[in-house]
């Protein structure tokens, strides 16, 4: 990790401090819904592919902690108990094609979009501990991407239409849910030097993209 050059601005430190917070609770949070999501999975290659992947977010939350504590970061959790409690429940009620959707498509892909957008604006050791994190998140996408799409070849037409046609809708209910936890999200990116309307409009073409390749 890289130890030099720590920026010395407080309301940067804070900031970006904060986000490293939250990325590592989801990361850790992920860890553990695709973990109890292993049995359930309709066959091996999914199981397989959900254990590698609770292998990545493991390091990844053992990546960040360890940059987290050279930072200097107040580790105080940004997502409290109960929103985490509500956010493993959503996942786990879920049937396997809403759950590649909101996993891959909102959590993985929407979010991983987010995080990039602020890697060019980062100290160079938080840029250096995101950069494994963020090449094995692209791995992730892309077995939802691919995955989705399997799914969708076998449903009849109307059934497929219909399911594409609700994803918008699910990423919204996410993001609605998202706000609704009360985390000054715009803030932080703000004060890490990020254009927050420019950051959602990024989210939003990103979208557009991930929904594209569903649909081909
Ligand atoms: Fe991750
Ligand atoms: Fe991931």
């Given at each position: 990790m890289n130890t030099q050059n720590l920026p010395v601005d407080p309301t940067y430190r804070d900031a970006m401090g904060q986000l490293l917070v939250l990325y590592t609770q989801v990361d850790r949070l992920i860890m553990e819904i695709c973990a109890e999501r292993i049995a359930t999975a309709p066959d091996e290659a999914a199981k397989l592919a959900l254990a590698k992947q609770v292998g990545d977010e493991s390091r990844h939350v053992a990546i960040q902690r360890e940059w987290m504590e050279t930072f200097g970061?107040?580790?105080?959790?940004?997502?409290n108990p109960a929103q985490e409690d509500a956010i493993r429940a959503h996942f786990r009620a879920l049937p396997w094609l809403e759950f590649l959707a909101d996993m891959?498509?909102?959590?993985e892909a929407l979010g991983s979009e987010a995080v990039e957008k602020v890697v060019p604006l980062a100290d160079p050791g938080t840029r250096e501990s995101l950069h494994v994190p963020l090449s094995d998140e692209l791995d992730h996408i892309a077995f939802g991407i691919s995955r989705l799409q399997h799914e969708l070849a076998g449903l009849p037409d109307p059934q497929r239409a219909a399911f594409l046609a609700k994803i918008p809708r699910r990423i919204e209910e996410l993001a609605d849910a998202f706000d609704g936890m009360g985390l000054d999200v715009s803030k932080m990116f703000e004060a890490v030097g990020a254009d927050y309307a420019e950051l959602c409009t990024a989210v939003l073409k990103r979208r557009d993209e991930v929904l594209e390749q569903v649909a081909a």
């Open positions: 970061t107040d580790t105080t959790a940004v997502i891959y498509l909102c959590v």
